[in-house]
């Protein structure tokens, strides 16, 4: 199986150019006193424009470090300095930040977030873990003092006043050991009052503006994003099911070896199989790039599908749940699968004959039998409002509601971080 694998890596790195998707992301570079490039902050682009078309701040979060890190690569993108991204708080939450490398990444989050008890408790996690934590904030006036507890830099705009306005602030962080940055630098003479008040590193459009970084990725099949899906969810799933999972699809094949070959975790020797990644990498953290995979850079079929397809995943597991199930896995895997005719556009039984799916999970998509064809039944009638038949294992009405709201806001942090 290694050795199979192992070829089968290096017909991905031969695919043409042609196959490939046009990826962006935008960068713009800090430096310190001596002009010297020290950092990159990215910004998130959808096309060849330089500028955000952002619609949704959580999306794009979720895909400027997709694009970053598993697209083109931290090294091409930041060219091996550290990066800056902007997070939102749903995108802290996700835990998804731990799957991308510490030494390589600064998170930055406004002042309106780190007014929030619970994210500062997510922060402080963080920074324990080794992230650093940047403070973006507007002037002076923006930043609160009480923050420098759990932060390692802070960010200061001089487009509103003079650099001197700033210099009690940036005295106080420096002493404090906080690394300040001056944004929005426009002018020389601007550049040389944030030195002389003491600001560590520097940027602006006088100094570079933001560029264009641009790259390609492979489309990713349907049915393998599934079938992968399908492989890390199941209760019984090992490595050599997901091994098998991923190897299916040239594309996610591609993405998880370039990603754990890339400089950012500088193992000792190459990982020239799928096998090894996974082990290496852990089942969780697979499990969390797996779901990366699926809701990410899909431009086929309408996000509306995927997203009916996680919230009656999340409902079915929350409903086994609450009747005590040791197998709430299965039942988030049958409620995500139960869209495959839609997103395929194939018949279920088709489908169904090429998944690796267990019988009772076939019994209960294709005839609604068994305790998941159950769920996932009460899941369709609750979709439909047919109130009067929503029955699953003699819950209450009111818990079945409850699971049905817990799984659209769970769903709406999920597609937030994925983008």
């Known amino acids: 199986m290694a050795s199979h694998l192992a070829s089968n890596t290096n017909s991905v790195l031969k695919v043409e150019a042609s196959a490939l998707v046009p990826t962006y992301v935008g960068r713009q570079p800090m430096f310190n006193e001596n002009l010297e490039t020290r950092a990159y902050e990215l910004l998130y682009r959808n096309s060849c424009d330089n500028w955000a078309n952002i619609h949704d701040s959580d999306i794009a979060t979720g895909q400027t470090f997709w694009n970053t890190f598993i697209e083109l690569g931290q090294d091409h993108v930041a060219d091996g300095q550290r990066a800056y991204v902007n997070v939102t708080p749903v995108f802290l939450r996700s835990n998804c930040v731990q799957i991308f490398p510490k030494d390589k990444l600064a998170l930055e989050l406004s002042p309106r977030d780190l007014a929030d008890p619970a994210v500062i408790e997510v922060v402080k996690k963080l920074r324990?873990?080794?992230?650093?934590?940047?403070l973006d904030g507007q002037g002076p006036d923006s930043i609160d003092e009480a923050t420098f507890a759990f932060i390692d830099e802070v960010k200061i705009s001089v487009a509103a006043g003079a650099p001197s306005d700033s210099s009690a602030l940036v005295a106080k962080a420096n002493e404090s050991g906080i690394t300040t940055i001056a944004k929005c630098i426009?002018?020389?003479?601007c550049f040389e009052d944030c030195r002389r008040t003491g600001f560590k590193l520097f940027q602006g459009h006088f100094l570079a503006k933001p560029q264009i970084v641009m790259g390609g990725r492979l489309p990713a099949d349907g049915l393998a994003r599934m079938r992968l899906l399908a492989a890390v969810n199941e209760s019984e799933s090992g490595i050599e099911k997901m091994q098998e999972a991923i190897s299916q699809d040239v594309g996610l094949s591609y993405k998880l070896l370039h990603y754990v070959n890339s400089a950012m975790?500088?193992?000792r020797t190459d990982v020239e199989s799928i096998q090894h990644a996974v082990m290496i990498l852990g089942m969780r953290w697979v499990r969390t790039w797996a779901n990366l995979v699926i809701l990410s850079g899909v431009t086929d079929k309408p996000a509306a599908i995927f997203n009916t397809a996680v919230i009656r995943g999340k409902m079915c597991e929350l409903l086994s749940r609450e009747t005590g199930s040791d197998e709430p896995e299965m039942f988030f895997t049958v409620g995500l699968l139960s869209t495959l005719e839609s997103l395929l556009d194939r018949p279920m039984e088709e489908i169904l004959g090429e998944l690796p799916v267990a019988e009772h999970l076939k019994s209960a998509l294709l005839q609604g039998e068994g305790q998941l064809g159950e769920a996932l039944q009460c899941v369709l009638k609750y979709e439909r409002s047919a109130w009067d038949d929503v029955d699953f294992?003699?819950?209450?009405?009111?818990?079945?509601?409850?699971?049905?709201?817990?799984?659209?806001?769970?769903?709406?942090?999920l597609r937030g971080t994925l983008g």
Not at 128 to 134: C, K, L, N, S, T
Not at 394 to 400: A, N
């Open 186 to 189: 426009e002018t020389f003479s």
């Open 393 to 413: 294992a003699g819950l209450e009405s009111g818990t079945i509601r409850d699971s049905y709201l817990t799984a659209l806001q769970w769903a709406a942090e």
């Open 265 to 267: 975790f500088a193992f």
């Open 128 to 134: 324990e873990d080794g992230y650093r934590i940047v």
